[in-house]
């Protein structure tokens, strides 16, 4: 989506890797526009004026390969700035007449520690004592480009910062994107002002008129069916669409069956009685049980939970007159995990239901006002349409449901037996003041039964799996550290209250390398 052509913006090509978007928005959140343009498309682009800046996205391509992603050398011309960030520091390096080679011995996957060179503008106010980064890469510099020098390295790579002061090419080996680089927004930061030169123009407010104007321009007299699940994503693009559409405006609830308890029946009184926004229940649960019946491949679930929301929504749609649009409020995450927005390389890590899970052929124009956001980028469009805190704040939750909690088969009474762990352990973290301190927190159960033993007596029941991470953006996270104390009660409870269930797991994973839904 383009939002200014006309406006100063920093260029990012992407390689392909899973965290471009992050990229964006941490210049997003820095006050500068940015737009990701696919290495696969840059020679179409024509018009250099307004661009300040251009960085290099990692990816997972090699340049040690007598085909490899570059960009044209009238790029590297233009005298406008350049950051090159892993693969990009690569081809900065290869395209400058230095050496790469890939290696299974000399890999770096996750936190490595920096050491300082030379100061250099890139990295002002960047280094501490000990500086963590993050890595993830095979291949490696082991000769310097001509005309750069080294600003800093790790054990195992040395060129892990280099610069050219004079042609204002730089390159960085780490992701500073990545929450887990320590002070990485510091590198954007002087990137943007001290080498780029470019001024703070980008802030919430430019994005909510011109969804709304979009929305408007698009819509025109025709009325849109909005898919509502009571999720902070989809409530924002209904209040969204609302204000700019207003009556033309259908929202359609559908119960699945694979809703957290009671969660149905609240979402539905806030937007009737509250935002007096015209809505429909559709009860299909019967229907989604039975085509996953026997189903536990994860991608197959998806995409039959995608394909059964597209043909209730367009047998909706045929009750009404002048109906065209369907909205959902798919997210960048959504889009770069089931398929690269950009066309780029990346790989594909799973198939959200409502992108890579919808069917081929649809009736129904999709309308995605979101699909450029991320999840917290969200909440402050949702806190200036007026959304309640209860619904604004709420975790994720992912639009298959429970579906993807249950891991294999799902059945009746294993979603009655999630329904209620999950109930009690959400409960727990609102009533121990954890739940605002937590990104995303589910239960889950596992595809295995264990023996425990319960009065005395041998049991053969389910693993609850309980997950709770921090994250800004859902692109990367970290387990939430609980202390022992809340482990041993929230698993006592469980345990206690829950028949079906006689051992809880806590998963302290981080993305990467995991996900954050098990599915």
Same mark, same amino acid.
């Given at each position: 989506?383009?939002?200014?052509?006309?406006?100063?913006?920093?260029?990012?090509?992407?390689?392909?890797?899973?965290?471009?978007?992050?990229?964006?928005?941490?210049?997003?959140?820095?006050?500068?526009?940015?737009?990701?343009?696919?290495?696969?498309?840059?020679?179409?682009?024509?018009?250099?004026?307004?661009?300040?800046?251009?960085?290099?996205?990692?990816?997972?391509?090699?340049?040690?390969?007598?085909?490899?992603?570059?960009?044209?050398?009238?790029?590297?011309?233009?005298?406008?700035?350049?950051?090159?960030?892993?693969?990009?520091?690569?081809?900065?390096?290869?395209?400058?007449?230095?050496?790469?080679?890939?290696?299974?011995?000399?890999?770096?996957?996750?936190?490595?520690?920096?050491?300082?060179?030379?100061?250099?503008?890139?990295?002002?106010?960047?280094?501490?004592?000990?500086?963590?980064?993050?890595?993830?890469?095979?291949?490696?510099?082991?000769?310097?480009?001509?005309?750069?020098?080294?600003?800093?390295?790790?054990?195992?790579?040395?060129?892990?910062?280099?610069?050219?002061?004079?042609?204002?090419?730089?390159?960085?080996?780490?992701?500073?994107?990545?929450?887990?680089?320590? %002070?990485?927004?510091? #590198? +954007?930061?002087?990137? =943007?002002? &001290?080498?780029?030169?470019?001024? @703070? !123009?980008?802030? $919430?407010?430019?994005?909510?008129?011109?969804?709304?104007?979009?929305?408007?321009?698009?819509?025109?007299?025709?009325?849109?069916?909005?898919?509502?699940?009571?999720?902070?994503?989809?409530?924002?693009?209904?209040?969204?669409?609302?204000?700019?559409?207003?009556?033309?405006?259908?929202?359609?609830?559908?119960?699945?069956?694979?809703?957290?308890?009671?969660?149905?029946?609240?979402?539905?009184?806030?937007?009737?009685?509250?935002?007096?926004?015209?809505?429909?229940?559709? %009860?299909?649960?019967? #229907? +989604?049980?039975?085509? =996953?019946? &026997?189903?536990?491949?994860?991608? @197959? !679930?998806?995409? $039959?939970?995608?394909?059964?929301?597209?043909?209730?929504?367009?047998?909706?749609?045929?009750?009404?007159?002048?109906?065209?649009?369907?909205?959902?409020?798919?997210?960048?995450?959504?889009?770069?995990?089931?398929?690269?927005?950009?066309?780029?390389?990346?790989?594909?890590?799973?198939?959200?239901?409502?992108?890579?899970?919808?069917?081929?052929?649809?009736?129904?124009?999709?309308?995605?006002?979101?699909?450029?956001?991320?999840?917290?980028?969200?909440?402050?469009?949702?806190?200036?349409?007026?959304?309640?805190?209860?619904?604004?704040?709420?975790?994720?939750?992912?639009?298959?449901?429970?579906? $993807?909690?249950?891991?294999?088969?799902?059945?009746?009474?294993?979603?009655?037996?999630?329904?209620?762990?999950?109930?009690?352990?959400?409960?727990?973290?609102?009533?121990?003041?954890?739940?605002?301190?937590?990104?995303?927190?589910?239960?889950?159960?596992?595809?295995?039964?264990?023996?425990?033993?319960?009065?005395?007596?041998?049991?053969?029941?389910?693993?609850?799996?309980?997950?709770?991470?921090?994250?800004?953006?859902?692109?990367?996270?970290?387990?939430?550290?609980?202390?022992?104390?809340?482990?041993?009660?929230?698993?006592?409870?469980?345990?206690?209250?829950?028949?079906?269930?006689?051992?809880?797991?806590?998963?302290?994973?981080?993305?990467?390398?995991?996900?954050?839904?098990?599915?």
């Amino acid at each position: 989506m383009e939002f200014y052509k006309d406006k100063d913006k920093v260029l990012i090509i992407d390689f392909g890797s899973q965290v471009t978007k992050l990229i964006a928005r941490r210049i997003r959140d820095l006050g500068v526009y940015s737009e990701i343009i696919s290495s696969t498309k840059i020679n179409e682009l024509k018009e250099y004026k307004n661009i300040k800046g251009i960085i290099f996205s990692g990816g997972p391509s090699t340049v040690t390969k007598n085909k490899f992603q570059t960009v044209p050398k009238e790029i590297l011309k233009k005298n406008i700035p350049i950051l090159g960030i892993c693969y990009g520091l690569q081809l900065i390096s290869k395209l400058f007449g230095g050496k790469i080679k890939s290696s299974n011995k000399k890999r770096e996957f996750g936190r490595a520690i920096l050491y300082k060179k030379k100061n250099s503008l890139l990295t002002k106010n960047f280094f501490t004592s000990s500086t963590d980064v993050w890595m993830s890469h095979e291949d490696a510099v082991i000769k310097m480009p001509k005309n750069f020098n080294v600003i800093a390295s790790t054990k195992e790579s040395k060129f892990t910062v280099i610069e050219n002061v004079k042609n204002k090419i730089y390159g960085v080996q780490f992701h500073p994107e990545i929450t887990h680089t320590k %002070n990485g927004i510091q #590198i +954007f930061k002087n990137f =943007l002002f &001290n080498i780029c030169k470019i001024k @703070k !123009k980008w802030n $919430i407010s430019f994005q909510k008129k011109f969804l709304l104007s979009e929305i408007k321009k698009t819509v025109k007299n025709n009325k849109v069916i909005c898919a509502l699940s009571g999720g902070v994503d989809s409530s924002v693009v209904a209040l969204l669409i609302n204000k700019a559409i207003k009556k033309n405006l259908i929202c359609i609830m559908v119960d699945t069956g694979l809703m957290r308890k009671d969660e149905f029946k609240y979402t539905y009184k806030i937007f009737k009685n509250r935002y007096k926004i015209n809505v429909k229940l559709i %009860n299909a649960s019967n #229907i +989604f049980l039975s085509k =996953l019946k &026997n189903v536990s491949e994860p991608e @197959k !679930k998806r995409k $039959i939970i995608g394909n059964l929301f597209i043909k209730i929504f367009e047998k909706e749609a045929k009750k009404y007159k002048n109906i065209k649009f369907l909205a959902q409020g798919t997210l960048y995450p959504d889009i770069i995990e089931s398929k690269s927005s950009t066309g780029s390389k990346t790989s594909k890590i799973k198939s959200h239901h409502n992108v890579g899970g919808l069917p081929k052929k649809m009736n129904l124009t999709l309308i995605e006002p979101l699909k450029e956001f991320f999840k917290d980028e969200v909440r402050i469009l949702g806190k200036s349409l007026g959304l309640i805190k209860g619904i604004n704040f709420k975790h994720p939750f992912p639009g298959p449901g429970l579906a $993807i909690r249950i891991i294999g088969n799902i059945t009746l009474k294993k979603i009655k037996i999630l329904q209620e762990a999950d109930y009690i352990y959400i409960n727990e973290l609102i009533k121990h003041n954890l739940y605002n301190k937590i990104w995303q927190a589910y239960a889950a159960l596992l595809p295995i039964k264990t023996v425990g033993v319960m009065g005395d007596s041998r049991t053969y029941e389910n693993i609850c799996l309980l997950r709770a991470v921090i994250s800004e953006d859902g692109m990367s996270a970290d387990y939430f550290n609980f202390q022992k104390k809340f482990l041993d009660e929230i698993s006592n409870k469980i345990i206690n209250n829950v028949k079906g269930i006689n051992r809880v797991v806590y998963d302290i994973t981080s993305k990467p390398p995991s996900t954050i839904e098990l599915e």
